[in-house]
């Protein structure tokens, strides 16, 4: 008679990472498994280190805002306003209307760009390769909009201390409400295909769950807290620039699992829109001082004329900058710009049509002067894609930070993730890190 063999069981560790096509930027998570199921993982991040925050002390306070752009470099926009906000509320300094709508109006058009990369990345990581080529579409709709408006399509450093560096092109209320129905449009067909889709529903829900007793106890934000039932929105608590101003829904989940998250992402998307299309519709003209009587002649002219003299024939004229210039030339400059000599470089125009904005622009511009606001410290919190994104600046009264510090959305969520993690099978790892949404720049900063 043979005797049963008893087998001897044991867990595996697999490391997912730090390079693996569903590792959204670089992140190592060792997987404590017992057959699929998940018993344990250990997170470990650290690869994308970039020292923002030292880089930010080492030059002056505008030097900080393109290492901004590459913290959440989805959605840099945010950054850009949660930074220069910080940097204001240090110096008392408010943005004209006109200025703050723009901010908001960007930061909106920011925010569904950072969604629909989220959701269509994580769908593809799912089998839905479909959904995630209709939503790259519709990010390039939206994407050619802040090209238009800042020159760049990503690293957009697009906000100064004190305002943003262009006012809206030409003809972009247009452009912009025709983006906004085709993104419409395609949302409706993503709908289609997922929300009622048997398996994405059967991979999403019930999966990466938590409770929002934890969520709260992690310092969990954005739509992975709202997913919970809590509602919290920078927006709406401690509202900044015109938010107040501005009729708008925080979706909020109930079960705080991954189908609940791609509820509230969805819906936020829309409510986006709908900010957007308030801001084109209240956005202040505000001043523009233009010459009717002068005619336009090149600055280097001016100048010329000035040297020899010749005052009588440049007064009264407007100098005209090289196009590349134009988004700070002066017709633009005081409704989108607070008038702050302390803070804000002057017009080109004024830079190179007279001494008095030529010593202006070099006094800021200069190592050992530049923007030197009062000694203080400030934290000033803007709502970002990922949750509460923060910016803490001390000022030694120098020209440089005395100390900058970034509390990134995803920190936290990238903490919970073991226990996010821990009771589901191998294969939910997948649209849980992707709820998650994190990105390396912003988390490892």
């Known amino acids: 008679m043979e005797m049963a063999t008893e087998y001897q069981t044991r867990d595996l560790l697999l490391n997912v990472g730090p390079a693996h096509p569903a590792m959204h930027?670089?992140?190592r998570i060792v997987l404590q498994l017992d057959g699929e199921t998940v018993k344990g993982a250990d997170v470990e991040i650290g690869y994308l280190h970039r020292g923002f925050e030292k880089m930010c002390e080492q030059g002056g306070y505008n030097h900080a805002i393109p290492y901004t752009?590459?913290?959440?470099?989805?959605?840099?926009?945010?950054?850009?306003?949660?930074?220069?906000l910080a940097i204001e509320k240090l110096m008392g300094i408010t943005v004209p209307e006109r200025g703050q709508y723009l901010r908001v109006l960007m930061s909106e058009i920011s925010r569904i760009t950072d969604h629909l990369t989220c959701i269509g990345a994580s769908a593809m990581e799912l089998g839905?390769?479909?959904?995630?080529?209709?939503?790259?579409k519709a990010r390039e709709y939206l994407w050619e909009l802040v090209e238009q408006v800042t020159g760049a399509r990503l690293t957009i450093s697009y906000c100064r201390v004190g305002g943003v560096k262009a006012d809206l092109p030409a003809g972009f209320e247009e452009r912009a409400r025709l983006a906004l129905r085709q993104t419409r449009e395609v949302l409706a067909e993503c709908d289609t295909l997922l929300t009622r889709n048997r398996i994405f529903v059967d991979r999403m829900k019930g999966?990466?769950?938590?409770?929002a007793a934890d969520a709260l106890a992690y310092g969990i934000t954005g739509p992975f807290l709202r997913s919970t039932g809590v509602n919290f929105d920078v927006r709406k608590q401690t509202p900044y620039?015109?938010?107040?101003?501005?009729?708008?829904?925080?979706?909020?989940?109930?079960?705080?699992?991954?189908?609940?998250?791609?509820?509230?992402?969805?819906?936020?998307?829309?409510?986006?829109?709908?900010?957007?299309?308030?801001c084109l519709a209240q956005i202040p003209g505000g001043p523009i001082q233009v010459d009717e009587h002068g005619r336009p002649i090149a600055a280097a002219e001016m100048v010329?004329?000035?040297?020899?003299?010749?005052?009588?024939?440049?007064?009264?004229?407007?100098?005209?900058?090289?196009p590349t210039l134009e988004g700070s030339n002066k017709i633009f400059h005081q409704r989108v710009n607070a008038p702050e000599k302390r803070a804000l470089l002057p017009p080109k125009d004024d830079t190179y049509g007279n001494i008095e904005g030529l010593m202006n622009h070099f006094k800021l511009?200069?190592?050992?002067?530049?923007?030197?606001?009062?000694?203080?410290e400030v934290y000033q919190a803007v709502e970002g894609a990922n949750g509460e994104l923060g910016f803490y600046v001390v000022s030694d009264g120098t020209d440089k930070p005395y100390r900058v510090r970034c509390?990134?959305?995803?920190?936290?969520?990238?903490?919970?993730?073991?226990?996010l993690l821990a009771g589901d099978m191998m294969a939910d790892v997948v649209p849980t890190f992707g709820s998650i949404n994190m990105i390396g720049g912003e988390l490892d900063r």
């Open 25 to 27: 930027g670089i992140i």
């Open 69 to 84: 752009d590459r913290l959440n470099y989805v959605s840099p926009l945010i950054n850009n306003v949660g930074y220069c």
């Open 128 to 136: 839905a390769f479909t959904v995630f080529l209709y939503m790259i």
């Open 207 to 211: 999966t990466g769950r938590i409770s």
């Open 241 to 278: 620039l015109v938010y107040d101003r501005l009729s708008f829904e925080v979706p909020l989940g109930q079960h705080g699992d991954n189908l609940d998250r791609y509820f509230c992402r969805m819906e936020e998307m829309a409510q986006s829109m709908r900010i957007i299309e308030q």
């Open 304 to 322: 010329d004329a000035a040297k020899m003299g010749r005052i009588p024939e440049i007064a009264g004229t407007q100098p005209v900058t090289d």
């Open 365 to 376: 511009v200069m190592y050992g002067h530049g923007i030197r606001p009062p000694q203080g």
């Open 407 to 419: 509390r990134p959305p995803c920190l936290p969520m990238m903490a919970a993730l073991p226990m």
